[in-house]
T-cell receptor, first 111, second 113 residues
Framework: GQNIDQPTEMTATEGAIVQINCTYQ??????LFWYQQHAGEAPTFLSY????GLEEKGRFSSFLSRSKGYSYLLLKELQMKDSASYLC????????????FGTGTRLLVSP | EAQVTQNPRYLITVTGKKLTVTCSQN?????MSWYRQDPGLGLRQIYY???????DKGDVPEGYKVSRKEKRNFPLILESPSPNQTSLYFC????????????FGSGTQLSVL
């Protein structure tokens, strides 16, 4: 089976830094994705980690520790448009694109 | 423009009335999948397809059917919709289904009365 945990909701201020955590327990781990989803819209890809360490992409970075079953998404220089839900998704080696999604973290950025 | 197109965007229907949600992608992707999204439950996979005529069940397939007669199209069929199928549905595709990012359609909000 699999279990993915993320905080339900977070708030932050424009210009600040926020870290969204994701912990998982799964068999056959084969990588972890982060997606962004604005209210009423489709999820869009942010990052993918398969090896331990930090992947940086502009204002967004994603970290993975396979041994700890832990990932985080780091958002810097927050903007109002970053208000969205952030979905952690674990890829399992047992299937083709067997992605299991967490319930998402809703981030509210205030002025 | 590379995209996944879903229709309709909104649909209200009554219990038992068969419906089809269409999904089409123009990226020549082999892998396509359907998800439903419910508050507090996240995205759950309904069915997926690795290629033409190759489909398989996801985590919540009951009450749904799919077909993959052409590479670009992957319709979701509800033969006899029930109120517990009221949800937000997303179609998604990727190149081969092996740890690549998914491209999602814009979603279909379905209400079954």
């Amino acid at each position: 089976g699999q279990n993915i945990d993320q905080p339900t909701e977070m708030t932050a201020t424009e210009g600040a830094i926020v870290q969204i955590n994701c912990t998982y327990q799964t068999s056959g781990f084969n990588g972890l994705f982060w997606y962004q989803q604005h209210a009423g819209e489709a999820p869009t890809f942010l990052s993918y980690n398969v090896l331990d360490g930090l992947e940086e992409k502009g204002r967004f970075s994603s970290f993975l520790s396979r041994s700890k079953g832990y990932s985080y998404l780091l958002l810097k220089e927050l903007q109002m448009k970053d208000s969205a839900s952030y979905l952690c998704a674990v890829s399992q080696i047992t299937g083709f694109q067997k992605l299991v999604f967490g319930t998402g973290t809703r981030l509210l950025v205030s002025p | 423009e590379a995209q996944v197109t879903q229709n309709p965007r909104y649909l209200i229907t009554v219990t038992g009335k068969k419906l089809t949600v269409t999904c089409s992608q123009n990226m020549n992707h082999e892998y396509m999948s359907w998800y439903r999204q419910d508050p507090g439950l996240g995205l759950r996979q309904i069915y997926y397809s690795m290629n033409v005529e190759v489909t398989d069940k996801g985590d919540v397939p009951e009450g749904y059917k799919v077909s993959r007669k052409e590479k670009r199209n992957f319709p979701l069929i509800l033969e006899s919709p029930s109120p517990n199928q009221t949800s937000l549905y997303f179609c998604a595709s990727s190149l081969s289904g092996r740890n690549e990012k998914l491209f999602f359609g814009s979603g279909t909000q379905l209400s079954v009365l």
